[in-house]
């Protein structure tokens, strides 16, 4: 008797590691898709002074991440802005050195939905040079249909959209994507 309920009870452990399990799988693929991607809407962000900047803080391990299941990548493209934008990622001291004492909105929440993008104003008079003069980004793009491509690494970044001559009055519709490759794979697993 006692050995048939420790095989309930084991059989019951199972069952439930086995649902919890499939349900993660399940919201992966949900959420990722069969892209291996989560994507956002158009939304327009705006700011009246030279940029917006986003932190990208403290990033870790994404070489752990890349050996299990490809190298992570951000995406985001802005279109309809009827200006030359530009977009880049790059290390936060050198994004940090580089609007030192410029008028930019700090992003310090962001909201998919509904979309809301919550900014700290950083007042100043520093006019920075163009940012696409700049060595240091380590993605960028540049025009009136701009997109780029980052493939995420530790360390600590900063996301920033300014127009292309660094002139006040940033505002772009913008879209970006998350994929993190063989996803869905994983969720069907």
């Known amino acids: 008797m006692a050995k048939r309920i420790m095989l309930i009870v084991l059989g019951a452990l199972l069952l439930v590691g086995g649902a919890t399990t499939a349900l993660a799988g399940g919201a992966l693929i949900a959420v990722f898709g069969s892209s291996d991607t989560v994507r956002s809407g158009t939304e327009r962000a705006a700011t009246p002074t030279l ?11 994404t070489n752990g991440i890349a050996t299990t299941v490809g ?7 802005a279109h309809g802005t009827g200006r030359d934008v530009f977009i880049g990622v790059g290390p936060a001291a050198a994004v940090d050195s580089y609007l030192a004492g410029a008028p930019v909105d700090r992003v310090t929440d962001l909201e998919v939905d509904p979309f809301r993008l919550t900014t700290d104003r950083q007042n100043g008079t520093t006019q920075p040079q163009a940012p696409a003069t700049q060595k240091f980004w380590t993605a960028q793009a540049s025009g009136p249909d701009p997109k780029i491509t980052w493939k995420i690494n530790d360390g600590s970044y ?3 959209v300014m127009n292309s001559d660094a002139s006040p009055d940033v505002a772009i519709n913008g879209r970006f994507a998350l994929t993190v490759p063989h996803l869905f794979a994983i969720g069907t697993g």
């Not at 940029?51 to 391990?61: C, S």
């Not at 190298?71 to 493209?77: E, F, Q």
């Open 71 to 77: 190298k992570p990548s951000l995406s985001l493209s």
């Open 51 to 61: 940029g917006l900047v986003a932190p990208m803080d403290t990033i870790q391990n």
């Open 158 to 160: 900063r996301l920033v």
